[in-house]
């Protein structure tokens, strides 16, 4: 017996969102979207960090005098001795280190590793975005996750350290196409408040990624075999995603494609058990027509000072909480045992995202993520403290250990919540290429992290104090973007100006050639 809703009033016009909210965005079809994308992401955040996990210097056997009775620390030892003939790593795991001979002089390789990753996401972020808009939502998560599967195939295949790092830089380009879109796709098959508890339990799914990327290193014998986890769960949400996931209504109501977007809801409505919507008229959240040609151009979010100043402003936040969510995480063997700091970190996340994800909804975003950044910005000044290395708090874990994983864990917090902030700004029609222009500064962000493990070798406070110094600045930014709590989401130019209150004329000058152009017709 399907369920009556209360979308066939007297009233035929309703948005995107009124739809969504009358058919239950708590339904079946958005539980299995989004136990899919935690899967999805865990399997993200464990390629993103397996270069990490499985560069790890393997236990030394001593098979001679002179490495017995050597005074000096392994990694220190393996480069004055010889390997085969001296010393050999352990037989009972393989990584990169043991594959490809990444200790020494060859050591720098591990830290390019990830660096290759996040310059193929830096480059691929903005084309592949702009393709997620042009092509639509689905067709662009489902040709990214089938690239996943080959290129984690070539890097399992890889006979040399260059390959390795030639696949791990096509697999940063998928992330980053794959990221923006599945994110895409999460906020615009429900409703606010749920995408918001969304990007934070996807986020924590992908620092989980982390943790288990150090949990199957510490577990697998042989590094090939770490590439079958994620291979496999990538290929199986592109293939569920193919026969369940219709295009977003967003999407399709931007481009003018009114029935099929219709045609999307109702489909949503009758797998969810409620009935198919009837008589209804799409509009937009403010009554505004959209049109297929409004706001393609990427030109347009530079042009106005409103969507100026607030990229401006995010994108420099993007490229904070990245440098400190990453920044931290690679830090992680000057803090123990690097396997289970990175399990711990990984653990962290998810508490500190849920209590966001509750105040985001009560106070704000702005507010939210200033709250977050200053507490992140309070435990890494604490670590300042050099009696925090030497307090002991549980097994090998120290206090800086964990004001280093609350700093992180507050970081990735605020990094979930602004793939939320920056999407409730943009209009549906450049949404994905503004969410890809704060990606690329936060991927500048990426590419600066992995240089932690070299700076080190010079003072390992100098990335606490630049962390902590754009953490100032990014909290004052943010008093320059509007709360967006409580608002729909803009399909078009008019909405965001008329939500955010921006200048009537500005708008008029935008949307003036195309209204000259329709009138001409």
């Not at 980053?176 to 996807?202: D, H, K, P, V």
């Not at 000057?334 to 653990?347: K, P, Q, W």
Request: hydrophobic share 45%.
């Amino acid at each position: 017996m399907l369920k009556g809703i209360s979308l066939n009033d007297d009233r035929a016009e309703k948005t995107i969102e009124e739809c969504i909210a009358a058919t239950n965005p708590r339904g079946r079809f958005q539980v299995i979207v989004l136990t899919l994308l935690v899967v999805e992401c865990i399997a993200a955040g464990y390629v993103t960090f397996q270069m990490q996990s499985l560069s790890v210097l393997p236990e030394v056997i001593c098979k001679s005098e002179s490495c017995l009775n050597s005074k000096l620390e392994p990694e220190d030892m393996i480069c004055t001795l010889k390997r085969g003939l001296d010393w050999e790593f352990s037989s009972e795991r393989s990584n990169y280190v043991t594959e490809f001979d990444l200790y020494c002089d060859n050591k720098y390789l591990i830290s390019l590793g990830t660096t290759f990753y996040f310059v193929g996401f830096f480059f691929a972020v903005s084309p592949l975005s702009s393709l997620v808009d042009k092509m639509g939502r689905k067709f662009s998560a489902e040709l990214f996750l089938l690239l996943h599967v080959i290129f984690l195939a070539a890097n399992s295949l890889a006979t040399n350290i260059w390959l390795v790092l030639a696949a791990r830089t096509l697999l940063g380009a998928m992330h980053g196409g794959a990221s923006i879109a599945l994110f895409i796709i999460s906020y615009e098959f429900t409703t606010e408040s749920i995408a918001t508890f969304t990007a934070m339990l996807t986020g924590a799914a992908f620092s989980m990624g982390g943790g288990v990327a150090g949990l199957v290193a510490l577990a697998s014998s042989h590094w090939q075999y770490t590439m079958i986890v994620p291979a496999g769960i990538f290929g199986l949400v592109g293939a569920i995603f193919y026969f369940i996931l219709p295009e977003t209504p967003h999407w399709l109501f931007s481009k003018g494609y009114k029935q099929e977007a219709l045609n999307s809801l109702n489909f949503i409505s009758q797998f969810n058990g409620y009935q198919e919507l009837e008589k209804i008229q799409l509009v937009s959240p403010t009554g505004h027509a959209v049109t297929n040609k409004q706001g393609q151009s990427f030109g347009i979010l530079w042009s106005t000072p409103f969507f100026r100043r607030s990229l401006i402003c995010f994108s420099f936040c993007w490229f904070t909480v990245s440098v400190c969510y990453y920044g931290l995480e690679f830090n992680a063997s000057t803090l123990g045992n690097e396997y289970l700091v990175m399990i711990l970190m990984g653990c962290f996340d998810f508490p500190f995202k849920m209590v966001l994800y509750v105040l985001a909804g009560k106070i704000g975003r702005q507010k939210s993520c200033q709250l977050y950044l200053s507490l992140g910005l309070i435990c890494l000044i604490l670590t300042a403290i050099p009696q925090t290395d030497y307090i002991p708090i549980s097994g090998n874990f120290t206090m800086k250990t964990m004001l280093v994983a609350s700093g992180r864990a507050f970081s990735g917090a605020v990094f979930a919540l602004l793939y939320i902030y920056t999407s409730e700004i943009l209009p549906t029609l450049v949404r994905s290429v503004g969410m890809s222009t704060c990606s690329t500064c936060a991927r500048i962000g990426s590419l600066l992290a992995p240089l932690v493990i070299l700076v080190n070798e010079i003072s390992p406070s100098i990335i606490y104090v630049f962390i902590v110094v754009c953490l100032m600045i990014s909290m004052g930014l943010l008093r320059n973007i509007p709360e967006t709590l409580g608002r729909p989401l803009p399909n078009c130019l008019e909405d965001c100006f008329e939500m955010f209150g921006e200048n009537a004329d500005e708008l008029q000058r935008l949307t003036k050639p195309e209204k000259e152009e329709e009138s001409s017709n």
